[in-house]
């Protein structure tokens, strides 16, 4: 492979190599596997830079996975997570799923390591689903051409009609693959409707903007900024990205587990 794919899923046979080459350092150093192994931050660059040359380690950690290293690594602004084996040798890049806890631990950290300070998100260009005022306030990224966003502002709906105590701000980010939805994106901004929105969603005929507004260029290059690269993509009140659509339920979930 010519470059390493950080955020791909990591295939079954790379799993089943991870348990099985991992299990040799495992019983020489049960106590503590960082007395046997060290690795410096030099030796890290030098394994990954050929398959990625700009690479730069932002920490280095113990695997939850004995046997490997946890490295956050930052490439072209975009952070990302790998791993390398005790004997340096194998780089492994994708997710580890703890099958006990039914969890993607990979996913986990990385919505740790990605956490958006909120309070620089600006809000005057968005939206807003539920009372204003409501103590838990959610940020959506949302495409008015894109399916899930749709599905998802359905449960957006429910879920303020149980709890007055989250408010949803959405933010239009049309995404290129979709024809029409940033002149759309910007008509909805310039009318602040969220009834065109919920038009556009049901593919509706939206008019065409009546004001030249630059929100939705600041919001593309905010969530370029963020790592945001897809629709819905929700952040959580703690700053942690969500992306994808949940059902009302699993949204209540995220967020009261993010207070």
């Known amino acids: 492979m010519r470059k390493l794919i950080v955020f791909s899923l990591i295939t079954i046979a790379a799993i089943t190599f991870a348990m099985v080459h991992t299990s040799f350092s495992a019983d020489k150093c049960d106590h503590n596997c960082m007395q046997c192994h060290k690795i410096s931050n030099e030796e890290a660059v030098n394994l990954l830079k050929e398959n990625i040359p700009d690479v730069k380690i932002l920490e280095i950690r113990p695997a939850q996975v004995k046997g490997l290293w946890e490295f956050t690594l930052e490439t072209k602004g975009q952070k990302g997570i790998a791993y390398i084996d005790f004997s340096k040798k194998y780089v492994i890049s994708g997710s580890i799923f703890d ?7 990979t996913q986990e950290r990385f919505s740790e390591i990605s956490k958006v300070d909120v309070a620089q998100v600006p809000l005057d260009d968005a939206l807003v689903l539920g009372d204003k005022g409501a103590k838990y306030r959610v940020i959506v990224f949302s495409d008015p051409a894109c399916p899930y966003c749709g599905k998802l502002h359905e449960e957006m709906k429910k879920v303020i009609e149980k709890r007055k105590d989250i408010v949803f701000f959405i933010k239009m980010f049309p995404l290129p693959m979709h024809q029409g939805a940033y002149e759309e994106a910007k008509t909805i901004v310039c009318e602040k409707s969220l009834e065109l929105l919920e038009n556009a969603f ?7 903007p ?18 945001i690269r897809g629709t819905p993509a929700v952040i959580l009140p703690n700053g942690i990205i969500s992306p994808g659509f ?14």
Do not use: F, M, R, W
């Not at 009302?248 to 995220?254: E, K, V």
């Open 246 to 259: 949940k059902d009302a339920d699993a949204l209540i979930s995220l967020i009261d587990k993010s207070k």
């Open 210 to 227: 009546k004001c030249d507004t630059t929100a939705v260029d600041n919001n593309i290059k905010l969530a370029e900024k963020l790592g």
């Open 99 to 105: 099958i006990n806890n039914k969890s993607n631990v």
């Open 202 to 208: 049901e593919k509706k005929t939206i008019p065409a």
